[in-house]
T-cell receptor
Framework: NAGVTQTPKFQVLKTGQSMTLQCAQD?????MSWYRQDPGMGLRLIHY???????DQGEVPNGYNVSRSTTEDFPLRLLSAAPSQTSVYFC?????????????FGEGSWLTVV | GQQVMQIPQYQHVQEGEDFTTYCNSS?????IQWYKQRPGGHPVFLIQ?????EVKKQKRLTFQFGEAKKNSSLHITATQTTDVGTYFC????????????????FGTGTLLAVQP
């Protein structure tokens, strides 16, 4: 059972380049999210999805796009990378139990924009 | 705002000492979750609290939800070097998708350092 798988683990981008961070989960979870983590800022929600075809913005969505064409996959696209997007990115998934969900995180993707 | 505030930001203890981190909100929380993140790792779910005044224990860890559901605490008794990491609280926001939600907002975290 792989859980939540993120790729790549490390990436260096030049300012203005675009790229996609991949996230896949094999737990048949309805809910998936992307967070970024910066020193002293904790984890901030970028985008989230409650099911295939449904996405919404989190706290810091600017500069990022998402789509959810399948239950398993939730890619995060950086449209035009900026140094301010240098961060660690975590993908997460959970089931859709109304009473509250345990969220499972991927191992993270370290992104540096130069 | 939406975020929950955590104090302290950083705590350095000697192994065997106790440790407590606090999570505070200006609004009533429907529930609160706690996570631990080891250095270089990813957040790992510890526990969820839902009821006013709820207290839950996991070995040396004690989690408490305030009576007014506006604050929560995590207490570690007799810390060990394996407790090193950042502890986050997180709150859920209810959405309009049939009552279900996955919008989880994290606190700023408390970094715990344990000296052997």
């Amino acid at each position: 059972n792989a859980g939540v798988t993120q790729t790549p683990k490390f990436q260096v981008l030049k300012t203005g380049q675009s790229m996609t961070l991949q996230c896949a989960q094999d737990m048949n979870h309805e809910y998936m999210s992307w967070y970024r983590q910066d020193p002293g800022m904790g984890l901030r929600l970028i985008h989230y999805s409650v099911g295939a075809g449904i996405t919404d913005q989190g706290e810091v969505p600017n500069g990022y796009n998402v789509s959810r064409s399948t239950t398993e996959d939730f890619p995060l696209r950086l449209l035009s990378a900026a140094p301010s997007q240098t961060s660690v990115y975590f993908c997460a998934s959970s089931s859709n139990r109304i009473s509250g969900n345990t969220i499972y995180f991927g191992e993270g993707s370290w992104l540096t924009v130069v | 705002g939406q975020q929950v505030m955590q104090i302290p930001q950083y705590q350095h203890v000697q192994e065997g000492e106790d440790f407590t981190t606090y999570c505070n909100s200006s609004t009533t929380l429907s529930n609160i979750q706690w996570y631990k993140q080891r250095p270089g790792g990813h957040p790992v779910f510890l526990i969820q609290l839902v009821k006013s005044g709820e207290v839950k224990k996991q070995k040396r860890l004690t989690f408490q939800f305030g009576e007014a559901k506006k604050n929560s605490s995590l207490h570690i008794t007799a810390t060990q070097t394996t407790d090193v990491g950042t502890y986050f609280c997180a709150r859920y926001f209810n959405l309009n998708y049939g009552g279900a939600t996955n919008k989880l907002i994290f606190g700023t975290g408390t970094l715990l350092a344990v000296q052997p």
